[in-house]
């Protein structure tokens, strides 16, 4: 059971990044995938969650959910065969260089409401340094 979280590197500001969280020994789907970061010096946040539905019919499966302060610059979401998770950021900041990682378990914190699921599996993948520098 593994994640692999891929595809960081440095980028300008306002450029953009591809994020791949790949799984390995369990299905994604009834699963909820987060992104999360952790930029030096400071704690681990929790930037964005996908829920995989168990069906493909299932209403309101795979809405993303995100941190504010990355809402419209970063999106999350599943390729069709449910073995990867992308997170595709756009218009970077020197504020987003972090190492990223993904994990079976979301917990977003905004302002105004605290976003968890975990669906009774923890597993992170190792981290993926995404710097943001002119």
Same mark, same amino acid.
């Given at each position: ?17 591809? $994020? ?46 995100? $941190? ?67």
């Amino acid at each position: 059971v593994q994640l692999q979280a891929s595809g960081g590197g440095l980028v300008q500001p306002g450029e953009s990044v591809k $994020l791949s969280c790949t799984v390995s020994g369990f299905s994604l789907k009834g699963r909820a995938i987060g992104w999360y970061r952790q930029a030096p010096e400071k704690e681990r946040e929790g930037i964005s969650c996908i829920e995989i539905p168990v069906k493909e019919a299932d209403d309101g499966g795979e809405v993303p959910h995100y $941190l504010d302060s990355v809402k419209g610059r970063f999106t999350t979401s599943a390729d069709a065969d449910k073995t990867t998770v992308y997170l595709e950021m756009d218009k970077l900041k020197p504020e987003d260089t972090a190492v990223y990682y993904c994990a079976t378990r979301c917990t977003i914190q905004n302002d105004d409401h605290l976003y968890n699921r975990y669906y009774g599996m923890d597993v992170w993948g190792k981290g993926t340094q995404v710097t943001v520098s002119s």
